[in-house]
């Protein structure tokens, strides 16, 4: 049942009452929390559970919409009415609503949004990296809460995480009890705005306390993409093959609370064996080792889901494609979703001869390494051309997806991908412009396409060229159009300081000095909360005082 409610004022509302329909269940009042917390964030105005208010949005359950769907309408009296078909479909609506609202100084004005949508794409997910002391890693709990409701607005439905065995010399290890608790409470803060959980690895990864009988050996990587660190079992030594089971053993009940929905283990980067009852990787050891896990993970959760990755399979070695589907034909009892993509292009065989054992077939989109050292170093790094044309490699042939997300600095690219997910014909830059009206406000939306475009151009930080200039004279242009919330949010400063780091990389031909360049590396790192992530990958540039002239 919804409660009649009034939408009174004629401009911004400086109070806003939400409505919780009958007997609402935990994803409900999670999302009546979100949207409270997003519009008082956002502007100055109130927001009421109970009593007059200047507006009323009110939420309910329409079963009919569609899975996951959702409609708002008008309510009596200008009120606003957002039902999902499910739980799940309600917080996905609340997202969109707060997506087509405007925040101002004088308080809240409801988006004029109206209409019925419902996802394409089953699996919407977002992996979120933890290791090398990452922002997923370093975060506040409380921040990261937050972060991953962010997500969730934008109709992510599956929560993919990492368990870094390689950091750690088991699961007694300090630090990975550490990390094993912020995982769960992770998942349980996902679990509770509708996500299912995964958690994975390489499929042969071990602890720093592998003993060096059972290590791997190393695979042939000519271009680079088959990441070591040196811990990888070998699985046909039977000592290892027995160890590493146990480990995946100890990490399925290291999560049976809140309880997993998924695995994901993957080959490669980190993973892989290049011996010569191992090699080739993906043809032999890691089917077989394979088949022995997916296993154990039904046997002790039957209702668990297995995504199998094949990132940068045949790259080299030629086969894997091949021997996989040829397994999968077979009996495919031990997989329930194939996870393809690679660095570039998405893999042909899947597109040329349906997926493999016909199953759904997930992407797997790198947003967040992709042309920069360090990664996000340089502030936000929005690549909706790059992404839109990837896209199109896929022919609508995908379930759904998650993207490698390491950070902050790829937030517009998460976003495009959701929606790519939730409706594949939606171009990326109309994501983009939505992004812009919703984060700023829409009236720096198409300024803020065109500064986006200038950073894709200049992505590379080699080839910056004139249009820096451009992107950072509209960047401070639209600054003035903000509220001071949306000025202060890390969501613009990470655009500004892009726009000013273009700038002055442009103007001193790419050496890294000077006050300015010190001073946005600096605010970054912060940002990142990265001042004791890994040099290479993770944090900014560091400009010593002396450089700083």
Same mark, same amino acid.
């Given at each position: 049942?919804?409660v009649?409610?009034?939408c009174?004022?004629? %401009?911004?509302?400086?109070?806003?009452?939400?409505?919780?329909?009958?007997?609402?269940?935990?994803?409900?009042?999670? !999302?009546?929390?979100? $949207? %409270?917390?997003?519009?008082?964030?956002?502007? %100055?105005?109130?927001?009421?559970?109970?009593?007059?208010?200047?507006?009323?949005?009110?939420?309910?359950?329409?079963?009919?919409?569609?899975?996951?769907?959702?409609?708002i309408?008008?309510?009596?009296g200008?009120?606003?009415?957002?039902?999902?078909?499910?739980?799940?479909? $309600?917080?996905?609506? &609340?997202?969109?609503? $707060?997506?087509?609202s405007?925040?101002?100084?004088?308080?809240?004005?409801?988006?004029?949004?109206?209409?019925t949508?419902?996802?394409?794409?089953?699996?919407?997910?977002?992996?979120?990296?933890?290791?090398?002391?990452?922002?997923?890693?370093?975060?506040?709990?409380?921040?990261?809460?937050?972060?991953?409701?962010?997500?969730?607005?934008?109709?992510?439905?599956?929560?993919?995480?990492?368990?870094?065995?390689?950091?750690?010399?088991?699961?007694?290890?300090?630090?990975?009890?550490?990390?094993?608790?912020?995982?769960?409470?992770?998942?349980?803060?996902?679990?509770?705005?509708?996500?299912?959980?995964?958690?994975?690895? !390489?499929?042969?990864?071990?602890?720093?306390?592998?003993?060096?009988?059972?290590?791997c050996?190393? =695979?042939?990587?000519?271009? %680079?993409?088959?990441?070591?660190?040196? =811990?990888?079992?070998?699985?046909?030594?039977?000592?290892?093959?027995?160890?590493?089971?146990?480990?995946?053993?100890?990490?399925?009940?290291?999560?049976?609370?809140p309880?997993?929905?998924?695995?994901?283990?993957?080959?490669?980067?980190?993973?892989?064996c290049?011996?010569?009852?191992?090699?080739?990787?993906?043809?032999?050891?890691?089917?077989?080792?394979?088949?022995?896990?997916?296993?154990?993970?039904?046997?002790?959760?039957?209702?668990?889901?297995?995504? =199998?990755?094949?990132?940068?399979?045949?790259?080299?070695?030629?086969?894997e494609?091949?021997?996989?589907?040829?397994?999968?034909?077979?009996?495919?009892?031990?997989?329930?979703?194939?996870?393809?993509?690679?660095?570039?292009?998405?893999?042909?065989?899947?597109?040329?001869?349906?997926?493999?054992?016909?199953?759904?077939?997930?992407?797997?989109?790198?947003?967040?390494?992709?042309?920069?050292?360090?990664?996000?170093?340089?502030?936000?790094?929005?690549?909706?051309?790059?992404?839109?044309?990837?896209?199109?490699?896929?022919?609508?042939?995908? !379930?759904?997806?998650?993207?490698?997300?390491?950070?902050?600095?790829?937030?517009?690219?998460?976003?495009?991908?959701?929606?790519?997910?939730?409706?594949?014909?939606?171009?990326?830059?109309?994501? &983009?412009?939505?992004?812009?009206?919703?984060?700023?406000?829409?009236?720096?939306?198409?300024?803020?396409?065109?500064?986006?475009?200038?950073?894709?151009?200049?992505?590379?930080?080699?080839?910056?060229?004139?249009?820096?200039?451009?992107?950072?004279?509209?960047?401070?242009?639209?600054?003035?159009?903000?509220?001071?919330? !949306?000025?202060?949010?890390?969501?613009w400063?990470? =655009?500004?300081?892009?726009?000013?780091?273009?700038?002055?990389?442009?103007?001193?031909?790419?050496?890294?000095?000077?006050?300015?360049?010190?001073?946005?590396?600096?605010?970054?790192?912060?940002?990142?909360?990265?001042?004791?992530?890994?040099?290479?990958?993770?944090?900014?540039?560091?400009?010593?005082d002396?450089?700083?002239?």
């Amino acid at each position: 049942m919804l409660v009649e409610g009034l939408c009174l004022a004629a %401009g911004p509302a400086p109070s806003v009452r939400v409505v919780l329909p009958d007997a609402a269940g935990v994803i409900a009042r999670r !999302a009546a929390g979100i $949207l %409270g917390r997003q519009i008082t964030d956002r502007c %100055g105005a109130k927001v009421l559970t109970a009593g007059e208010a200047a507006c009323s949005v009110e939420l309910g359950i329409e079963v009919g919409i569609g899975t996951e769907g959702y409609k708002i309408v008008d309510g009596p009296g200008g009120s606003v009415r957002i039902l999902g078909n499910d739980e799940r479909g $309600l917080l996905y609506g &609340v997202g969109r609503f $707060l997506r087509s609202s405007r925040y101002d100084r004088d308080g809240f004005t409801p988006g004029t949004w109206r209409g019925t949508s419902v996802p394409r794409c089953p699996m919407r997910g977002i992996y979120l990296a933890t290791h090398f002391n990452n922002y997923y890693e370093a975060a506040a709990p409380e921040e990261l809460d937050h972060y991953v409701e962010d997500l969730s607005l934008w109709g992510f439905n599956l929560l993919a995480l990492a368990y870094p065995h390689w950091q750690y010399s088991g699961h007694d290890d300090p630090a990975a009890r550490k990390m094993a608790e912020r995982l769960r409470r992770t998942m349980r803060v996902a679990k509770q705005v509708g996500m299912r959980v995964t958690i994975g690895d !390489a499929l042969n990864g071990g602890f720093t306390s592998t003993p060096k009988e059972m290590r791997c050996t190393p =695979v042939p990587d000519p271009l %680079g993409r088959h990441g070591n660190f040196g =811990v990888n079992l070998c699985p046909s030594k039977p000592a290892a093959r027995e160890q590493l089971l146990k480990n995946w053993e100890q990490l399925l009940d290291e999560f049976a609370d809140p309880g997993l929905d998924c695995i994901t283990y993957w080959p490669y980067d980190e993973g892989g064996c290049g011996c010569q009852d191992c090699w080739p990787w993906g043809a032999r050891g890691y089917l077989s080792l394979s088949r022995a896990v997916s296993a154990l993970a039904h046997k002790k959760c039957p209702q668990i889901k297995v995504l =199998v990755s094949t990132w940068t399979f045949d790259t080299p070695p030629a086969g894997e494609w091949e021997a996989l589907a040829k397994a999968l034909a077979e009996d495919k009892s031990w997989a329930d979703y194939i996870q393809a993509d690679a660095h570039e292009d998405f893999p042909r065989f899947p597109l040329e001869r349906g997926a493999p054992g016909d199953l759904p077939l997930l992407n797997f989109p790198e947003i967040s390494m992709w042309g920069q050292s360090p990664w996000g170093g340089y502030g936000a790094n929005p690549l909706p051309a790059r992404l839109q044309r990837l896209w199109n490699q896929t022919e609508r042939k995908l !379930a759904g997806g998650t993207p490698y997300s390491e950070g902050l600095y790829e937030d517009i690219n998460k976003a495009i991908c959701s929606q790519f997910y939730w409706d594949p014909a939606r171009p990326a830059v109309e994501t &983009v412009r939505e992004y812009a009206a919703f984060e700023y406000s829409p009236a720096v939306a198409d300024d803020f396409v065109k500064v986006v475009g200038a950073f894709e151009k200049n992505h590379v930080r080699k080839e910056i060229g004139p249009s820096a200039e451009e992107a950072f004279e509209l960047v401070k242009r639209m600054e003035t159009e903000l509220t001071p919330q !949306a000025r202060a949010a890390w969501r613009w400063r990470i =655009v500004y300081l892009r726009a000013l780091i273009d700038r002055e990389l442009l103007r001193s031909h790419g050496k890294l000095e000077g006050k300015a360049l010190q001073g946005a590396f600096r605010e970054l790192t912060t940002i990142y909360h990265a001042e004791h992530a890994h040099s290479m990958p993770i944090r900014p540039p560091q400009i010593g005082d002396a450089n700083a002239k």
